[in-house]
């Protein structure tokens, strides 16, 4: 949900194992969280993988890879992303962690890791992301700790920072950010987090990057930062939807509008709503995760995060 805050932040440090897991995605069953690219190109595969060198996955059967079969061809860009909401984690403060296997061209093919904040209008990388949460502090959001990321000094062949080069077996990385989604006084209701592959016009008949167990978690700050609560207006049920979900306001605030969003920022649902219930039909939506805004009669919004089954 999107409200105002006041939020003072203090010079901090912590342990990892000052964590709580909200998910570990395995990819033995589906996930909520995980959303597969769509373009006909993508070669991100999710099974189990029997290459030259990625002949397994961490644990398990199943890892997603750069195809599951074949070495990863020329002149690609493939990506999955990780869709992540404030209202999953109890703390604005959310980690990924994930294990992975390179095997590329060192400094021309290879993966990065990109962030956005508005439903995939825009993107950033993530050493790169300088959201602030206050407009007075300029605090970066990003990185408050990190573990075998990738640098400013580690390009890949158009100039963007991430991983490449082989790798001698399962690397764990980590990485978090103290400030999800809060920008310049606002709570943004959703991040995406992409993971990006990509290669030049040379074939290299190499594996490329496989991925297994990305653990989802959020870290807990104790007293170094000021809690805030984050209390949303909407009631919303059920959710994953089948054919129909109910929308009601908690405090009979009158829903004025209502605007759903693709995965990729999409338009697809505009409605004038002018009462505190509304009955939302999928229709023809296709399934997947969408997003709803919600526009009150004072000009606030909130938006939710729908799954259609």
């Not at 006909?40 to 199943?62: H, M, R």
């Not at 400030?179 to 943004?188: A, R």
Request: aromatic share 16%; proline share 4%.
């Amino acid at each position: 949900p999107i409200v105002f805050v006041s939020f003072v932040a203090e010079a901090t440090t912590f342990q990892w194992g000052d964590t709580t897991e909200v998910e570990l995605i395995t990819f033995e069953s589906e996930s909520t969280y995980f959303v597969q690219g769509t373009p006909t190109t993508n070669i991100w595969q999710v099974g189990q993988p029997s290459k030259t060198l990625f002949t397994e996955a961490y644990s398990g059967a199943n890892a997603v890879t750069t195809d599951t079969l074949n070495p990863y061809p020329a002149n690609n860009h493939s990506w999955f992303d990780l869709v992540l909401a404030i209202y999953d984690f109890d703390y604005p403060y959310v980690g990924i962690e994930f294990l992975q296997k390179l095997n590329t061209t060192k400094s021309n093919d290879g993966g990065y890791l990109t962030v956005s904040y508005d439903y995939g209008v825009t993107w950033i990388n993530i050493i790169e992301d300088t959201i602030s949460f206050s407009e007075w502090l300029k605090t970066p959001s990003f990185p408050l700790e990190t573990r075998n990321l990738y640098s400013k000094e580690d390009s890949l062949y158009n100039g963007e920072f991430g991983f490449s080069g082989e790798s001698l077996g399962w690397e764990k990385v980590q990485f978090s950010w103290y400030t999800m989604m809060e920008k310049k006084g606002y709570w943004y209701d959703t991040m995406i987090v992409r993971f990006n592959f990509i290669s030049d016009t040379i074939p290299e008949n190499k594996d490329g990057w496989m991925i297994d167990n990305i653990r989802l978690f959020w870290v807990d700050l104790g007293g170094s930062v000021h809690e805030t609560s984050i209390v949303s207006n909407l009631d919303v049920f059920p959710n994953p939807v089948n054919e129909l979900t109910v929308i009601r306001t908690k405090n009979q605030q009158a829903i004025q509008k209502i605007e759903v969003f693709s995965i990729n920022g999409q338009l697809v649902v505009t409605n004038i709503v002018q009462s505190n219930e509304y009955h939302f039909h999928k229709n023809n939506l296709q399934p997947g995760i969408y997003f709803m805004k919600c526009t009150f009669g004072n000009a606030s919004s909130e938006i939710i995060k729908l799954i259609i089954n």
